[in-house]
């Protein structure tokens, strides 16, 4: 096992709520449905406490509200609350206005349901593309530390391929972060390594190639995330999907819950402020927009 301490991520959503279903499933009819959000997330947090990881936790604020004893038990275990936004918009759907209201409402109502200052967030379906790259300089004004928002891939819904792979400053004159979910590049490409559907859909021992060698050969903490809902094979199955979306969505979820046994015992994990705030100084400017 790397002695790199690794950082573990978690996108608090339910089931309903990705944005792959939002044509499929209306918000007004998310209270109605069957929500698995809090089983499912404290499942996540006792397989966390067998393998004594501390990771952060990206909420969206309609679970927070709607389960504050959940928000509670995260906290008082020793992880790190960071922001979804309010109700999973995306970026790309909502105005500068509109983003700024509800990136400042959700860290209020995160922090006062928690009790824990709120330093990151996490935009849905990694929603901030070069089209709405305004949006790191809101988050920075509303408080925020750092951003988790930018995938350097390229992808049918979101992604900045260009975008640098590794922590960075993305704001100049400013020690606002930007950590990008871990990639491998082969040739001029990037390819995922830091889990969501790719975990699921590659074997786990090439996840675990892939993060070891982050690890060794450049020297880089790897930042993983998933969802509560991928240790749930029996959730309610969603019909007329697109077979795409379907595969995305179910592929694996049963070989899921092995699969983070096995990567948490493989290398040590932590919050994404306990990796990487305590030394911002050490990374570097870097403007692409």
Request: hydrophobic share 35%; with cysteine; aromatic share 14%.
């Amino acid at each position: 096992m790397s002695n790199t301490i690794n950082a573990m991520s978690v996108d608090v959503e339910d089931y309903f709520q990705v944005s792959a279903f939002e044509s499929n499933i209306s918000r007004s009819d998310w209270d109605r449905l069957d929500c698995r959000v809090e089983k499912n997330t404290l499942k996540v947090l006792e397989l966390f406490d067998q393998y004594n990881v501390k990771a952060t936790f990206f909420t969206l604020c309609w679970v927070a509200e709607r389960y504050p004893q959940l928000i509670q038990a995260i906290v008082q275990n020793g992880h790190e609350l960071a922001s979804h936004g309010m109700d999973h918009q995306r970026v790309t759907q909502q105005t500068p206005v509109e983003f700024q209201s509800d990136i400042t409402e959700s860290k209020k109502r995160l922090e006062d349901i928690s009790g824990q200052e709120v330093l990151g967030y996490r935009a849905a379906s990694y929603s901030i593309t070069k089209d709405t790259y305004w949006a790191l300089d809101i988050l920075q004004e509303a408080g925020y530390r750092y951003s988790s928002s930018i995938y350097p891939i390229k992808h049918d819904l979101y992604g900045i391929p260009e975008a640098p792979r590794f922590a960075y400053k993305p704001i100049n004159n400013s020690q606002f972060l930007e950590f990008p979910i871990s990639t491998l590049q082969f040739g001029s490409r990037n390819y995922p390594c830091g889990g969501g559907g790719y975990f699921r859909l590659l074997p786990y021992p090439v996840s675990r190639w892939a993060i070891r060698r982050l690890n060794s050969r450049f020297q880089q903490s790897s930042i993983f995330y998933f969802h509560p809902w991928e240790l749930d094979p029996d959730q309610p199955r969603q019909q007329n999907i697109l077979f795409k979306t379907r595969f995305r969505h179910y592929l694996n979820l049963g070989k899921m819950e092995n699969r983070m046994h096995r990567l948490l015992s493989d290398f040590h994990w932590d919050s994404m402020k306990n990796v990487f705030m305590s030394n911002i100084d050490d990374y570097p400017h870097i403007l692409f927009r």
